[in-house]
């Protein structure tokens, strides 16, 4: 079967605009253009415009499913599977922010009372989104899908305590750093009690520790200007660059001053 513009833009619930968008990037071209001019679909088109809608409904950016749609490797019955399994995913964080907020609301009006242990479930499940949409691509690549899972993971099997423990650490981490700073010497002795402490904060999280690992961790907080800006701005200027070659010392990849 074939559609025009306007038909698949109907069938699809997007604009024809959008439409003429993706052919005008190279992401989705008409089979054929009519004697008249216009501008037709296949079906073929049409199933390469769900996966395309699938990839933005993911907040995928056009320049990354383009290259994705691409890559002379790509497997368009692994990617179903994959959009499946991260649509489940986001339907369990969706139903249980909604679950949360309505508690929530109900409690904020005095119809019911949420206990200490409600409000930290909700809590984590917020800050392992919050942590997904700024870095999420990043890890993965880095780390692979597998060891990212495992994180979350052991990270949502946190009891209350622990959570809160990991949360005192890191602020002790940022406390200490700010000391070692001003010894100038991320070698020292504090620098590498504070790369010490760090470890211990990535091993609430973390399913196995290693020394190659945490130093590439440390060479990626370099690489990306986010990581730059918490630290310098929870800390001073400077601190990532500090807290970077103090791990890199505690883990034998940079040789002591």
């Known amino acids: 079967m074939e559609y025009s513009i306007r038909q698949l833009a109907d069938l699809a619930g997007i604009s024809?605009?959008?439409l003429r968008y993706y052919?005008?990037?190279k992401l989705l071209?008409?089979?054929r253009i009519s004697p008249t001019g216009y501008r037709i679909y296949s079906e073929a088109e049409v199933d390469r415009l769900q996966q395309i809608l699938f990839y933005r409904a993911l907040g995928i950016?056009?320049?990354?499913?383009k290259s994705i749609l691409l890559d002379?490797?790509?497997?368009?019955?692994k990617a179903l599977e994959n959009h499946y399994h991260k649509l489940l995913e986001q339907k369990d964080e969706l139903e249980l922010m909604i679950e949360n907020i309505v508690s929530t609301l109900a409690a904020k009006k005095g119809e019911i009372k949420m206990s200490d242990g409600e409000?930290?479930?909700g809590l984590k499940r917020q800050l392992l989104?919050?942590?997904e949409q700024q870095y999420g691509k990043e890890i993965r690549q880095t780390y692979g899908e597998d060891v990212i899972n495992q994180s979350y993971q052991k990270f949502n099997n946190l009891d209350e305590k622990s959570f809160h423990q990991m949360k005192d650490l890191e602020e002790e981490i940022l406390d200490k750093l700010a000391h070692a700073m001003e010894s100038g010497n991320p070698c020292g002795q504090q620098g590498l009690e504070v790369a010490q402490l760090h470890r211990q904060w990535l091993e609430y999280t973390w399913s196995s520790?290693?020394?190659?690992?945490?130093?590439g961790l440390a060479m990626m907080y370099l690489a990306d200007e986010r990581f730059i800006a918490y630290y310098d701005q929870a800390v001073k200027q400077g601190a990532t660059t500090f807290l970077s070659e103090a791990i890199r010392c505690y883990t034998g990849q940079l040789e002591h001053k």
């Open 16 to 18: 024809t605009r959008t």
């Open 209 to 215: 520790y290693s020394k190659e690992a945490h130093a």
């Open 129 to 131: 989104e919050e942590n």
């Open 23 to 25: 052919d005008e990037v």
């Open 72 to 77: 002379p490797n790509y497997d368009e019955l």
């Open 119 to 121: 409000k930290f479930k």
């Open 29 to 31: 071209s008409p089979s």
């Open 61 to 65: 950016s056009i320049h990354e499913i």
